[in-house]
């Protein structure tokens, strides 16, 4: 089962596609018939939307996970006309094509977690999040744990992405690791799991050792590049360590600031492994990615974008900086106490 999958949506064949791809997702996470209808709403009504108003419309599945229960993310993005009053074009009744105007909103109603931003001749980014009432996720149990927004795809015509992700929380302290395995494709993927596996089984310990322990482990595979950052809640900071393309920045206000990578392949060869320490406060937002994502981006291009879900900021990027040569993995976090579009 992929973690996450992109659907063209730019012609009518494609919303049924849509919506079986994601009723069949929903069915293989044992999601009952009542919610496998409310995903299919969802999808349903997004896609319908992006063949109406949109411009290279996308649609982005992604399997949520709090052990042992899973969610579904839903994310359309498209380059269209976007939207000047996003609040008037969430109520019922309001249309510029003619319909009857319900789409939103009823992907509003039926989402556990639903969020958009849209920029006028830009376009917008949509996303729900549905889990089963049995389990609300994560985030909306407990407030002191990141918002994780994650985008991980495999370069165009790959079916196998040889970037992978993790984020380990703990008491105070979260960690998270981008890797993007040397190359592409099945042998990539197995470098980046390796760094994935050692990171989880090691979490406990600072990122710089468990870059040293990644470097030994994954010396029986191709190598890759990998970041981890730490974020301690009480002591304010991040700790962060980057070998090879993995770009990093935290992002306060109106301020970015970039994180120290060094050359290398983790694996093969290392340069140096040092640890950097950089300032976080409640209102500050990580971004990581692969080099399948341009480095030209800021968060100033779009007004408002940066109160957002981290989903709604990782499809942004993905959308408009996104090199269809190679995989991409961009991954943003901030705390939890981000403000949702109220439905």
Known sequence: MKDCIALPITETSQVGEARRFAAALATDMEFNETERGKVAIIVTELANNLIKHAKNGEIILRILRNNPEYGIEIIGLDTGSGMGNVSQCLQDGFSTAGTPGTGLGAIGRQATVFDIHSVPGVGTVLVAQFWPKKNPGIALQNPDTLEIGVVNLPKLEQEICGDDWAVVNL????????????????????????????????????????????????????????????????????????????SGAIVTGNKSQSMVSYNGTVGHQIRKIEEFIYPWNERSLLIMHSDGLGTQWSLERYPGLISRHPAVIAATLYRDFKRTRDDVTVLVAKMSESEQVSR
């Open 171 to 246: 008491y105070n302290r979260s960690l998270i690791l981008v890797a993007d395995g040397l190359g592409s494709g099945i042998l990539a993927a197995e470098a980046s799991r390796e760094a994935v596996r050692i990171f989880r089984a090691k979490a406990a310990l600072n990122p710089k050792i468990i870059m040293e322990m990644a470097h030994a482990a994954l010396r029986s595979t191709r190598g890759a590049a990998v970041a981890i950052a730490e974020i301690n809640r009480v002591e304010k900071m991040v700790r962060y360590v980057g070998i090879g393309n993995i």
